[in-house]
């Protein structure tokens, strides 16, 4: 009796044994097809200052341009930081203290942004020199608009940003909307072979952009002719006087208050209430319009502003 008790605590052993290997084999298994299932996919972004390897759907995401603010706000894709000192008006809402503030465009505070730990970090012309930097912090790409295609760059740029947020549809049809009505606009603005002159007004100071300027999108995009096809390009722009103005004699003024923005005390309108500025046809036709500062100095180059930028050329040629 002792001998058969022996043998069936032997076989239960043997069961038990079998049952915990099977166990731990099936444990195993399961971990490491739960390790696949979270494994992090990740996304290859060639820009023009290198390629880097990017998280999809990143969630701590720093931005240093204003334009791909706009852009992700669009998306409804969340960011960590942001420099807060001149944010668009229509993007106050990153005014809010919840988003951290990470210096300024030109001089980003390092130790915050090492501090806040961000999976990905966006940037733009004004940031091109501190790339190598914010790239030692985290994965760092470089987003910005050629003036000699502006289409074509918002494109790259909307992309790269669907590529990342796995926002590829949206981003293929709201750029389809916005060819489509600039198209529109530059066959009726061509038609009208009106002469434009962009200026901008710095509280006080003037200054003109024509051809490839940082304005170029109002000639090439939007089919406006230059009033004066020799204007200097430089990134603020020719220096001018009310005389050139009435000299050249455009049919319509661009006017781009660069004071509005940042905080001038003399206001465009009041700049150009000018005799000279009232002899010209652009005065006497009504056709002096102030742009959208905020869009148009700061943040071209983002989806909302560049539509507010279609709204606004769209009212003139009304």
């Known amino acids: 009796m002792g001998q058969?008790?022996?043998?069936i605590l032997a076989a239960l052993l043997v069961i038990f044994s079998l049952v915990a290997f099977v166990g731990c084999n099936y444990s195993a298994k399961t971990t490491e097809e739960q390790a696949k299932e979270i494994e992090i996919e990740t996304v290859s972004?060639?820009?023009q200052l290198g390629e880097v390897t990017v998280e999809k759907n990143p969630e701590r995401v720093i931005v240093f341009d204003y334009a791909?603010?706009?852009?992700?706000?669009?998306?409804?894709?969340e960011i960590i930081g942001l420099p807060k000192s001149h944010i668009p008006d229509y993007l106050s809402r990153y005014r809010d203290a919840?988003?951290?503030?990470?210096g300024t465009l030109f001089e980003p505070n390092y130790e915050k942004i090492y501090e806040l730990q961000p999976d990905l970090i966006l940037i733009s012309a004004r940031q091109r020199d501190l790339y190598t930097e914010l790239a030692k912090l985290a994965p760092t790409v470089y987003l910005t608009i050629d003036t000699q295609d502006y289409i074509g760059s918002l494109g790259n740029n909307l992309k790269v940003l669907g590529e990342i947020f796995g926002k590829e549809n949206f981003v293929k049809d709201e750029v389809a909307k916005i060819e489509a009505k600039i198209n529109n606009i530059s066959s009726r603005t061509k038609a009208s072979n009106k002469?434009?002159?962009?200026v901008l007004a710095n509280d006080g100071a003037l200054s003109a952009f024509g051809l490839n300027s940082r304005f170029n999108v109002i000639h090439k995009e939007f089919g406006f002719s230059p009033a004066d096809e020799n204007i200097e390009v430089s990134n603020h722009g020719?220096?001018?006087?009310?005389?050139?103005?009435l000299e050249v004699d455009p049919d319509i003024i661009f006017?781009?208050?660069?004071?509005?923005v940042t905080?001038?005390?003399n206001a465009a309108q009041n700049v150009l209430d000018n005799d000279l500025v009232k002899m010209t046809k652009a005065f006497k036709n009504d056709e002096i319009h102030y742009l959208n500062a905020h869009v148009w100095y700061v943040a071209s180059g983002g989806l909302e502003g560049t539509k507010i930028m279609v709204e606004e050329i769209e009212a003139v040629i009304q």
């Open 68 to 77: 791909t603010l706009d852009s992700l706000n669009q998306m409804n894709v």
């Open 45 to 47: 972004i060639v820009h």
């Open 98 to 102: 919840k988003y951290e503030d990470v």
């Open 195 to 198: 002469k434009a002159l962009i």
């Open 238 to 245: 020719q220096s001018i006087s009310f005389e050139y103005i």
């Open 263 to 265: 905080g001038g005390s």
């Open 255 to 260: 006017v781009v208050d660069r004071a509005a």
């Open 4 to 7: 058969k008790k022996n043998l």
